[in-house]
């Protein structure tokens, strides 16, 4: 059975119960099964990715363009993984979130959880199909 979603009040975080043990559950399925729910689960913060890189390209391509979709246990998130930091701005880190992080998942909130049991439907099909 597919786990549940659940919209926090503010919008800006989307609870699933038992994704954790979806996930586990999806290890031990072996290697496709795993990488075919990974990148399943990849897919729903893709927008948000684009989003957040489109906006930030006028104060940094370098920086916007090290954002990554990462799919873990504890769910999906966008981070940046450009590692390097010179000190000279200290608040840049809070400037990517005011600036495109944000943003991007504000104007994707409505459409994030829809897209989430999509792709909990995909992978329930294909744990489903004959093999």
Same mark, same amino acid.
């Given at each position: 059975?597919?786990?549940r979603?659940?919209t926090?009040?503010h919008g &800006?975080?989307?609870?699933v119960?038992?994704?954790?043990d979806?996930l ?5 399925a +072996?290697r496709?099964? *795993?990488?075919?729910?990974?990148d399943?689960f990849?897919e ?6 684009? +989003?957040s ?8 391509p370098?920086?916007? &363009?090290?954002y990554?979709?990462?799919v873990?246990?504890r769910?999906?998130s966008?981070?940046?993984t450009?590692r390097?930091?010179? +000190? ?9 979130m ?6 991007a998942?504000?104007v994707?909130?409505?459409n994030? &959880?829809? *897209? ?6 995909r ?9």
């Open positions: 059975m597919a786990p979603t659940r926090i009040a &800006e975080t989307m609870v119960r038992g994704l954790d979806f586990r559950a999806s290890d031990r +072996g496709e099964s *795993k990488r075919y729910t990974r399943t990849r729903v913060g893709e927008d948000v990715r684009r +989003g890189t489109a906006r930030f390209m006028r104060y940094s370098r920086s916007a &363009e090290r990554r979709t990462v873990r246990r769910g999906i966008v981070e940046q450009l390097r930091t010179t +000190g000279l701005r200290p608040d840049f880190g809070a400037l990517q005011r600036r495109a992080l944000e943003p998942l504000d994707e909130a409505p994030l &959880e829809s *897209k989430l049991e999509a792709a909990m439907d992978v329930a099909d294909h744990f489903d199909a004959p093999a």
